[in-house]
């Protein structure tokens, strides 16, 4: 997907920016601008992995997850 044209809400809660996956026309995307980490790709390329860490990420014994989000769906 090319991403382009990123804006932050007013409130900082959302990121809304225009994306394009190919052959494909542009749409307008929204997520939350809070609590994730590290995204990255997963090996197929068809999945983006982030972590969603806690309010108080340094601390050893604060709960951490980690999220995959499946592109195709």
């Known amino acids: 997907m090319n991403a382009f044209v990123m804006r932050c809400s007013l409130d900082t ?15 307008i995307y929204s997520l939350p601008s809070h609590g994730q980490a590290d995204p990255d790709w997963s090996p197929d390329g068809k999945s983006i992995v982030y972590g969603r860490p806690s309010e108080y990420m340094a601390e050893d014994s604060a709960p951490k997850s980690i999220q995959m989000v499946g592109l195709t769906s």
């Open 13 to 27: 809660r959302s990121i809304a920016f225009m994306g394009k996956e190919p052959g494909k026309t542009w749409k």
